[in-house]
């Protein structure tokens, strides 16, 4: 059974940095965080290949979000800068053991039955 514990949300200000952990047990190969804005769907903003390193980012992430793994930690991290407004939303990380094209992705998901975590808020304010 794989367990998906997310930690790191919180609330800044705009131009400001957080830093999300995703911490998973059990056995997979493909860990992705996801967003979900109050009305919106839900986004794939990031994923990452475990051991090739290869990584899927959202356009809207591209350039302000690095998706990593802490070794150390053994977590899969999603360091976010730059924040705006618009990254309100609550961040969801997910693991699955999909192949590297399927991680990678943009096509919405990172396979058809992914483990989920229970989310954690992300507040930026003007």
């Known amino acids: 059974q794989v367990q998906v514990v997310e930690s790191g949300g919180g609330s800044v200000h705009a131009g400001g940095s957080l830093r999300l952990s995703c911490a998973v047990s059990?056995?997979?190969?493909?860990v992705g965080w996801f967003r979900q804005a109050a009305g919106n769907d839900r986004e794939k903003v990031a994923s990452?290949?475990?051991?090739?390193?290869?990584?899927y980012y959202a356009d809207s992430a591209k350039g302000r979000f690095t998706i990593s793994r802490d070794a150390t930690k053994n977590t899969i991290d999603l360091q976010m800068n730059n924040l705006t407004p618009e990254d309100t939303a609550m961040y969801y990380c997910?693991?699955?053991?999909?192949?590297?094209?399927?991680?990678?992705?943009?096509?919405?998901?990172?396979?058809?039955?992914?483990?989920w975590g229970q989310g954690t808020q992300v507040t930026v304010s003007s």
């Open positions: 059990g056995f997979y190969t493909c």
């Open positions: 990452f290949v475990l051991g090739a390193g290869n990584t």
């Open positions: 997910a693991a699955s053991w999909v192949p590297r094209d399927e991680c990678t992705s943009p096509n919405g998901g990172i396979g058809a039955r992914p483990y």
